[in-house]
């Protein structure tokens, strides 16, 4: 399995971005999988699931402003983020829940 996170950047608080996850070397509609942030000096966490019937859950920070998804045409998974705000600043990474793999994160900085 390879995972590859972009989308990431800096971005005024208010502002949105999108983030995409790429995977390889795997069924990927069959896999449930996620997006996780860690901030510095903070322990890496869950921000958003979707499983392999498109139902998805949040944890309550975001609700309401990021939106998961996947295209499984693309072998693609998605995380558009609105409304950002600073702690939504951190390294965010995509996994699949079947995987113990990782992979690069991508950086978002949100400035005040």
């Known amino acids: 399995v390879q995972l590859q996170a972009s989308g990431g950047g800096l971005v005024q608080a208010g502002g949105s971005l999108r983030l995409s996850c790429a995977a390889s070397g795997t069924v990927f509609s069959s896999k449930n999988m996620g997006w996780y942030r860690q901030a510095p000096g903070e322990q890496r966490e869950l921000v958003a699931s979707?499983?392999?019937?498109?139902?998805?859950n949040y944890r309550d920070s975001v609700k309401g402003r990021f939106t998961i998804s996947r295209d499984n045409a693309k072998n693609t998974m998605y995380l558009q983020m609105n409304d950002l705000k600073v702690e939504d600043t951190g390294v965010y990474y995509c996994k699949l829940f079947s995987s113990a793999y990782w992979g690069q994160g991508t950086q978002v900085t949100v400035s005040s």
């Open positions: 979707i499983n392999t019937r498109d139902i998805t």
